[in-house]
């Protein structure tokens, strides 16, 4: 099974969108000068994972599953989903039984995608043959080749954001949250060298910003 498909119910943003000003809403006071834009507001993000919650409840209720959460950037995003699934398992008949495990990938430095990709944490993913699936996170395309090597029954992604990059060939999640422009952003655990992951929402990083916390 492929993971690869068209975005056909992401909702998106477009490239002219300019974002709400930052003064609409709250946010450390430590990162003032460092944004320019709020992108996507907590809320809409959580209000968003809750209908993927129940996307994922119609397709996969009764399955078991393993979810594969892919740190750091997808923390918040694998914990809201994983609580949103719950409660919905609590609410009705279907239910989705949860193992939750956790890996690593890291692959960018300052804003740019480096070449070296180190998957930390998945040197034996066996215990997932014969199980679905829902991974969430980024940098999907090598991480998935190393989880189908090990025979799951069924490979379900789960992002919550996917750029705009034009001419790509990379792997579209079947469940996706939004399709944003190519551009960085920050924010519900997404870093610019470890900083921001304590931001609720999701804002495009400023020029300023970007110098301040360069390495
Ligand atoms: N922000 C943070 N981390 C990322 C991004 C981004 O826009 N793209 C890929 N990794
Ligand atoms: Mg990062």
């Not at 834009?37 to 907590?42: G, L, Q, R």
Request: charged share 25%; hydrophobic share 40%.
């Amino acid at each position: 099974m492929t993971a690869t498909k068209c975005l056909s119910l992401s909702s998106q943003i477009s490239d002219d969108w300019p974002g709400y000003s930052l003064d609409l809403f709250s946010y450390p006071a430590h990162y003032s000068g460092d944004l320019d834009c709020v992108i996507i507001p907590h809320g809409v993000i959580m209000d968003r994972t809750e209908r993927l919650a129940r996307n994922i409840m119609d397709e996969l209720g009764d399955h078991d599953i393993v979810v594969l959460c892919v740190l750091k950037g997808g923390y918040q995003f694998c914990a809201d989903l994983v609580d949103r699934i719950k409660a919905l398992s609590r609410n009705s008949n279907r239910t989705i039984p949860m193992r939750v495990h956790f890996i690593r990938l890291k692959s960018y430095l300052n804003d740019q995608s480096t070449e070296d990709l180190h998957i930390l944490g998945a040197e034996d993913l066996s215990f997932l043959a014969g199980k679905a699936i829902v991974g969430t996170g980024k940098t999907m395309k090598t991480l998935l080749k190393h989880v189908e090597a090990f025979g799951p029954k069924m490979i379900k992604v789960a992002g919550l954001l996917v750029k705009r990059v034009p001419h790509s060939s990379a792997c579209v999640p079947d469940y996706v949250g939004f399709e944003i422009p190519n551009r960085f952003v920050v924010g519900y655990a997404l870093d610019y060298n470890e900083y921001f992951r304590d931001l609720n929402h999701i804002c495009v990083i400023s020029e300023s910003g970007k110098l301040k916390y360069k390495i």
